[in-house]
């Protein structure tokens, strides 16, 4: 017999699960969420992010408001920029080479701001990102790249506190409980069968929202749509995520959307374990890279490591690293940039060499062709223009010049020791593919008709992310379209 489990059923307990949950019980649902991890690996990606989201913001005066504490001495020691409607859109539009939907992109765009508002009255607390987006020039901290706030304690502090909202305001957690299926009558879904203590059950609700993440964590799908090679590749985040959500869609009807052949995939740690480790979190992400040189076991540099800033490059450079011989790459610095290394770059699980002649360091690059690679390096010293000005917090357009891949930002040359490389592979970090939403996000049949009483956010939604993604807008877009989900799966039938 179903159980009438209640009013909205969500089923993931990732960042738009919460605001999905946040927002439906705000209407008055009651409201369940399904998470297939136990407790201790529960938060899906959004558990493994830095917590930057990416947010409209018109000045300081709009981060003082995200961040109520902002000192003054911060903001007088800062400068902010902006980072207007108009950017964001460009953004969106450029890097999805004018793919992205036009719809949801003026919804994540024109939403981004008051969502993240509404979060921080849920609990939801942010500050600035100083570490990692800004750097010091003339005594003051200038923000670049459009990424400007993060969640206090990362993801897995952002996790932590929707936790304790959703918990605080009654909503129920089922943890160990993995969706399975939908409750399905032909006219609309009436709840989800799921899989839990061994045993299966099916439970009843006027609504669903699927918020259970992409496929990334399946490397049978990865293959099948991302394409071969892909099943090589490591999983950045939650082993959780194998595109049930999305399959249960399909199997009742609703129509794939979206960049099904791509992914969100960046510059990994070699030796990193086939899943995410909570322990290290997005640490062996190596990020720095538009400060250096790319080698690959050829010995050559194989793409444009300074293209844009690293929030518009990183997502895709994951595929390129892939597409090399061996799947791996040698990210190369020298002392000159050494300061500007990430934090993830002093992390113990990494592989790295480092020596003081470029002769000795050529033999330590495991799998690279030393000879080409002293060579590669000698051009590569000959062709930087080292008659512009280095500054990494704009885009310098310090290049080099008549190389077979030039590079177009941030170029230096490498000549002075100790050098140091450090070793990458492809991270997956979240599928593009998934299901069409309208404005109310309700999933869309093959006849592009809504389905009744099914609605999805996050990761599962497609038509948002093509090619290539501006950093920060997965928890941005997870955040809008669940609060949009969990909003009209509480009003099902009445609005
Ligand atoms: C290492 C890393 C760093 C990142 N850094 C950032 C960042 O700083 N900023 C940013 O914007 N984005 C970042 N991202 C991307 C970001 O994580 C995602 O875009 C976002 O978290 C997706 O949120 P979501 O709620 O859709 O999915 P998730 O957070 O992955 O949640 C999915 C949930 O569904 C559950 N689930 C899956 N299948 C089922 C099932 N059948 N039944 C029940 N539950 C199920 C999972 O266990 C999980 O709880 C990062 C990702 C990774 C992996």
Redesign the pocket.
Known sequence: MPDQAADVIV?????????AALAAQEQGASVV?????PEA??????????????VVYNGVDDIKTLVPDLTSAEVDSTDFGTYTAAQFFDDMARVTQHRADPDLVELLVTRSFSTLNWMRAKGVRFIPIYGRQAFKIDGKFRFWGG?TV?SVG??SGL?AMLTDAAQKRGVGIRYR????GLLYDGGGVEG?R?REEGALRELRARSVVL????F??NPEWRTRYLGPGWDLAK????R??????IR?ALDIGASPRGNWSGC?A?QWEMNAPEF?DLAV??Q??KHSYPFGILINATGRRFVDEGADFRNYTYAKYGRVVLEQPGQFAWQIFDRKVKHLLRDEYKIRQITKVAANTIEEFAQKLEGVNAAEFIKTVKQWNAAVRTDLPFNPSVKDGRCTQGLAVDKSNWANTIDTPPFEGYAVTC?V??TFGGLPINNDAEVLNTDYRPIRGLYA?????GGLFYFNYP????????AVF?KIAGKAAANRGTI
């Not at 089923?11 to 605001?19: I, L, Q």
């Not at 409980?177 to 399975?180: E, L, Q």
């Not at 956010?457 to 939604?461: C, D, T």
Request: net charge negative.
């Open positions: 089923v993931g307990a990732g960042n738009a699960a919460f605001c969420m399904l998470e297939a991890a690996e529960s938060g899906g990606n959004s558990r493994f992010t830095a917590g930057s989201i990416r990424l993060e990362g993801g996790v409980t993995r969706a399975i989800v799921v918020a259970s993440g992409g990334e964590a999983v950045r985040g939650s959780f995520n194998t595109g049930d959500g249960m969100h960046v995410g979190g997005d062996f992400q991270g970090t979240f956010a996050g990761e599962l939604v950093g920060g807008a997965g928890l941005m877009s997870g669940g």
